[in-house]
C-alpha cells in the first residue's frame, strides 16, 4: 500500500465529512468502489491485490469512518465466504463484487431510512433544537419531520463555516426555520431551547463516540444544563473496536496574523463519553448505551 | 546666438518625455507602483511641465481600444455571475476522471478557446483554482498543471482581436478586422497550441501515466469530483442570466465577423452590447462596474498619451530611423526582427506600453518598406502575444496565475516560470518565424 495513496484518500474523507453526514460518506464511498470497479484496467492476478489495497486504505483511514468502515468488514467477509476469487474470470468477478456493493448500499439507505423514522418520533411541535454540524439529524431527520408538518424550531450553532454553511443550505431546501449563533453564545439560549441532536463518526464498546470537532464542548454544556442529548446514527456505526484506534488525525498548521505567525494543532474529531448522551437512536428505536456490544453488527 | 538657445530648449522639451517615459517604464516593469497611477503620474508630469497640454493628452487616447476593453470586462463580468464558467469547469472535471492527461489536455482546450474569446486574465482566474483541487486532489503536483493554463492562455489569446491586450490595441489602432485576426493567426496558434502540448507532456511524462490501473487512485477520483461538485457548484446558477449574457456574447461575436459588412467598430459592438445586457439583465449597475478593471482602462489611458508624446517630439521616428531602419530594407529580415524583438522584449516588459511603441514606428517602417497583407503587423502580434511566455511578469495571466497557485500553497518560482516559459516561447517563435516567412514568400 503505498503510503501517498492512503494520505490522498484520508485528506479527501476529512473533506467530504464536513458537508455531508459520515452515512451519507459511506454511500458516496461504496458509489465510487462500485465505478473504480468497473473502470479498472488490470489482469485477473492483480485485481485481489487492487481491491485489498484499496480496502485496507478505507480501514485505515484517519479518522476511521464508520459505517463504510464495517460495510467493508462485510464486503470482505461475503468475498471469503463465498471463494469470489477463484476459478473466475474478470468480468464474473467484477459482476459478483458489484452486486455485493449493492446489497450493501441497499442496507445502509434502508438503515438511514428507518433511522430518520424513528428520529422524527422524537421530534415534537414547539421543539427547539440544538444542531451544530452536518450529520444524520440535519440530513435525515429534519427534513422529513419537516414534511409530516410538525412544528419546531433550530438553534444552529456556528462552528466550522462551511459545516454552518452547509447545515443553512439543507435546513433552507427543507424550509425550516432556524437562528444561527456562535457556539460560544449557548449559554444565553438554554431558557429557549430544549433538546440536542448529534450524529457520529463511530460509537466503541469502551462507552464512547467519536463525532465531529467541537461536539464534546457542546454535549458537556448540555450536560450541565440538563438539556436532553439524543445521539442518531445507524447500528452500522457501532464498531468493536476500542476510542483510542480511531485514527484521530492532528492537524499542524503555521498560521500567520498580521505579521505574527505561530501553530494551530487541531484534531479531526472529538471522542465524547456516551455516559453524557440521553438517547441513542438507532434505526432499531432507542437502544441500552450500557449494552453497546449487542447492536454491533459486524 | 537666438538659434542656438532655442535648440537648447527643444533638445530639452525632448529630454523631458523620453526620461519620464523611461522612469514609468521601469517602475511599472519593477512593479514600484501601481501601473495606472505610474502612467497617469507621468502624464501629470508632462502637462505641469508643459511638454503636453490637456487638450494633446486627450487626442492621443484611443478610445475605440478602451471601449473594446470595457464592454468585454462588462460582458464577462454579467456572464461569470450566472455561474456558467462554474458549470463549464465542474463539467470539464468530470469528463477528465482523473486522467492527469485528459486533464492536461481538456483543460488546456477550454483554456485556449476561452482566452480567445474573452481575456487571458478571466480564464486563469476560473480555471486555475479547480486545477489546483483536482491535481493536488489526486496526490499531483499543481506547479506544471497551473504553469502550462497560464502559458496556454497567452498562446490562445493570440488567436484573435480580442483574446490579449496586444491584439485589441493592434486591431484598433491598426484598423485590422476581427476575421482578419482570426483567419490569419489561428492557424499558427493551433500549430503552436499543438507542438507546445507535446512538449509538456513529454517534459513531465512521468507524471502522465494513465491511473485506471489502480483501483485507489480510481475510487481518490471519484470522491475527489464529489468534493468539487460540491465546493464548486455550491454557488448560485442564474440561468436567465447565463442566456441573456451567452445570447450578448454570441451576437457580440457575430458582429465582430461581419465587421466589414455593417461597418460598426469593434469597440462598439462590445460596448453596445454589454449595454444592452446591462439592461435586459436588470444587474445591480454599481455591483457589476465594481467588477470592471478600472486601473487597467487607466493605465491604457496613460499610456497612450505617454507614447503619443513621445511621437510628437519625434522619439518614435528616432527609433524608427536608428534602431528597425539600419537592420536594412529586406522584407524578410524586417518581418523577423520585429517578431523576435517584439518576442524577447514582451518577456521582460510589459507587452501592452511595448505594443503601443511599437505602433508608430512599424507605421513609420511600413513607410520606407512596404511589406503586404499586414505581415509586419502579424508579426508584432505574434511576438507581443507569444513573448509573453517568456518570464512570469510578461503577461497579467502569468501574474494572476503564480499569485493564485500561492495562495493555494503552490509555490511557482521566476526560474520556474522561465525554465519552462522560455522554452515554449523559442518553440512558439520558431513556429511563427516559419509562418511569416512562408507568408511573405507568397505575398511578393
Same mark, same amino acid.
Given at each position: 500500500m503505498s503510503n501517498k495513496d492512503?494520505?490522498?484518500?484520508?485528506?479527501?474523507?476529512?473533506?467530504?465529512?464536513?458537508?455531508?453526514?459520515?452515512?451519507?460518506t459511506s454511500l458516496i464511498t461504496l458509489q465510487a468502489l462500485q465505478t473504480s470497479i468497473t473502470e479498472l484496467d488490470c489482469s485477473t492476478e492483480n485485481f485481489t491485490a487492487e481491491l485489498t489495497t484499496v480496502c485496507d486504505i478505507i480501514k485505515n483511514s484517519r479518522p476511521r469512518m464508520f459505517p463504510i468502515d464495517n460495510l467493508i468488514i462485510l464486503l470482505e467477509k461475503e468475498l471469503q465466504e463465498n471463494n469470489y476469487f477463484s476459478d473466475r474470470d474478470m468480468d464474473t468477478r467484477k459482476t459478483a463484487i458489484k452486486e455485493i456493493i449493492n446489497v450493501l448500499a441497499e442496507r445502509l439507505k434502508n438503515d438511514m431510512n428507518e433511522l430518520a423514522n424513528q428520529g422524527v418520533k422524537h421530534i415534537e411541535d414547539g421543539d427547539y433544537i440544538i444542531l451544530h454540524a452536518v450529520e444524520e439529524p440535519v440530513e435525515l431527520l429534519l427534513p422529513a419531520a419537516q414534511r409530516m408538518g410538525k412544528k419546531f424550531e433550530v438553534l444552529i450553532l456556528r462552528q466550522d463555516l462551511v459545516k454552518t454553511k452547509q447545515v443553512i443550505t439543507i435546513l433552507e431546501t427543507a424550509g425550516i426555520k432556524y437562528t444561527v449563533i456562535p457556539e460560544w453564545d449557548l449559554i444565553h439560549f438554554f431558557d429557549k431551547v430544549n433538546k440536542l441532536f448529534i450524529g457520529a463518526y463511530a460509537l466503541t464498546v469502551d462507552g464512547k463516540f467519536v463525532s465531529?470537532?467541537?461536539?464534546?464542548?457542546?454535549?458537556?454544556?448540555?450536560?450541565?444544563?440538563?438539556?436532553?442529548?439524543?445521539?442518531?446514527?445507524?447500528?452500522?456505526?457501532?464498531?468493536?473496536?476500542?476510542?483510542?484506534?480511531?485514527?484521530?488525525?492532528?492537524?499542524?498548521?503555521?498560521?500567520?496574523?498580521?505579521?505574527?505567525?505561530?501553530?494551530?494543532?487541531?484534531?479531526?474529531?472529538?471522542?465524547?463519553?456516551?455516559?453524557?448522551?440521553?438517547y441513542i437512536i438507532t434505526e432499531k428505536g432507542a437502544i441500552d448505551k450500557s449494552k453497546l456490544?449487542?447492536?454491533c453488527t459486524v | 546666438m537666438e538659434h542656438a538657445v532655442q535648440h537648447t530648449v527643444q533638445h530639452t522639451s525632448t529630454l523631458i518625455p523620453i526620461v519620464v517615459f523611461l522612469i514609468v517604464y521601469a517602475a511599472i516593469t519593477f512593479e514600484?507602483?501601481?501601473?495606472? =497611477?505610474?502612467? #497617469? =503620474?507621468?502624464?501629470?508630469?508632462?502637462?505641469? #511641465?508643459?511638454?503636453?497640454?490637456?487638450?494633446?493628452?486627450?487626442?492621443? $487616447?484611443?478610445?475605440?481600444?478602451?471601449?473594446? #476593453?470595457?464592454g468585454m470586462m462588462i460582458l464577462v463580468t454579467l456572464i461569470k455571475k450566472s455561474g456558467f464558467f462554474t458549470i463549464v469547469s465542474v463539467r470539464i472535471a468530470e469528463i477528465t476522471k482523473g486522467s492527469p492527461v485528459k486533464i492536461l489536455v481538456l483543460f488546456s482546450v477550454v483554456t485556449a478557446l476561452m482566452s480567445a474569446f474573452l481575456d487571458n486574465v478571466t480564464t486563469v482566474l476560473i480555471i486555475i483554482p479547480i486545477i489546483i483541487e483536482l491535481t493536488r486532489g489526486l496526490g499531483l503536483n499543481p506547479k506544471n498543471y497551473v504553469l502550462s493554463q497560464a502559458i496556454i492562455s497567452n498562446i490562445g489569446g493570440t488567436a484573435t482581436l480580442i483574446g490579449d491586450p496586444p491584439n485589441v490595441i493592434i486591431g484598433s489602432k491598426v484598423g485590422l478586422s476581427f476575421n482578419q485576426f482570426i483567419l490569419t493567426l %489561428?492557424?499558427?496558434? $493551433?500549430?503552436?497550441?499543438?507542438?507546445?502540448?507535446?512538449?509538456?507532456?513529454?517534459?513531465?511524462?512521468?507524471?502522465?501515466?494513465?491511473?485506471?490501473? %489502480?483501483?485507489?487512485? #480510481?475510487?481518490?477520483?471519484?470522491?475527489l469530483l464529489e468534493k468539487i461538485r460540491f465546493e464548486f457548484s455550491n454557488i448560485t446558477i442564474d440561468k436567465k442570466l447565463m442566456i441573456k449574457g451567452l445570447t450578448c456574447l454570441t451576437l457580440a461575436i457575430f458582429l465582430f465577423i461581419t465587421q466589414t459588412i455593417t461597418g460598426l467598430a469593434p469597440g462598439v459592438v462590445a460596448l453596445g452590447m454589454a449595454m444592452v445586457l446591462l439592461i435586459i439583465s436588470k444587474a445591480d449597475v454599481e455591483e457589476i462596474l465594481e467588477e470592471v478593471e478600472w486601473s487597467t482602462l487607466l493605465f491604457f489611458t496613460g499610456l497612450f498619451i505617454l507614447v503619443g508624446a513621445l511621437e510628437e517630439y519625434g522619439v518614435i521616428n528616432w527609433i524608427a530611423q536608428n534602431v528597425f531602419m539600419n537592420v536594412g530594407d529586406n522584407p524578410y529580415v524586417l518581418v523577423l526582427v520585429v517578431l523576435w524583438v517584439s518576442g524577447i522584449a514582451s518577456g521582460f516588459l510589459d507587452n501592452i506600453p511595448f505594443t503601443i511603441t511599437m505602433i508608430? $514606428?512599424?507605421?513609420?517602417?511600413?513607410? %520606407?518598406?512596404?511589406?503586404?497583407?499586414? $505581415?509586419?503587423?502579424? %508579426?508584432l502580434a505574434?511576438? =507581443?502575444?507569444?513573448?509573453?511566455?517568456?518570464?512570469m511578469i510578461g503577461a497579467s495571466a502569468n501574474i494572476v496565475s503564480v499569485g493564485i497557485a500561492k495562495k493555494y500553497d503552490v509555490e511557482i518560482s521566476f526560474i520556474d516560470f522561465i525554465k519552462k516559459g522560455a522554452i515554449v516561447t523559442l518553440i512558439s517563435l520558431t513556429v511563427a518565424s516559419i509562418f511569416l516567412v512562408l507568408y511573405l514568400r507568397f505575398s511578393l
Open positions: 492512503q494520505l490522498v484518500l484520508d485528506a479527501l474523507f476529512r473533506d467530504i465529512v464536513k458537508f455531508y453526514s459520515s452515512s451519507q465531529d470537532s467541537g461536539t464534546s464542548n457542546i454535549v458537556s454544556e448540555c450536560n450541565i444544563h440538563g438539556l436532553p442529548i439524543y445521539l442518531f446514527a445507524p447500528s452500522l456505526e457501532i464498531t468493536n473496536t476500542f476510542s483510542r484506534d480511531q485514527n484521530l488525525y492532528l492537524k499542524d498548521e503555521s498560521i500567520s496574523v498580521s505579521g505574527s505567525e505561530y501553530n494551530l494543532i487541531s484534531h479531526s474529531s472529538d471522542i465524547v463519553l456516551l455516559d453524557l448522551v440521553d456490544a449487542k447492536y | 514600484l507602483v501601481n501601473k495606472a =497611477a505610474a502612467t #497617469l =503620474a507621468g502624464v501629470g508630469v508632462l502637462v505641469v #511641465l508643459h511638454v503636453i497640454n490637456e487638450h494633446q493628452a486627450v487626442g492621443f $487616447i484611443d478610445f475605440e481600444t478602451l471601449m473594446l #476593453l470595457t %489561428s492557424p499558427v496558434v $493551433i500549430v503552436v497550441f499543438i507542438i507546445v502540448l507535446a512538449y509538456i507532456w513529454f517534459n513531465n511524462r512521468v507524471e502522465f501515466k494513465p491511473i485506471n490501473t %489502480s483501483m485507489t487512485k #480510481l475510487v481518490a477520483v471519484q470522491l508608430p $514606428i512599424i507605421h513609420l517602417l511600413l513607410e %520606407s518598406t512596404p511589406i503586404p497583407n499586414n $505581415i509586419l503587423w502579424w %508579426s505574434l511576438g =507581443a502575444c507569444f513573448g509573453g511566455n517568456i518570464t
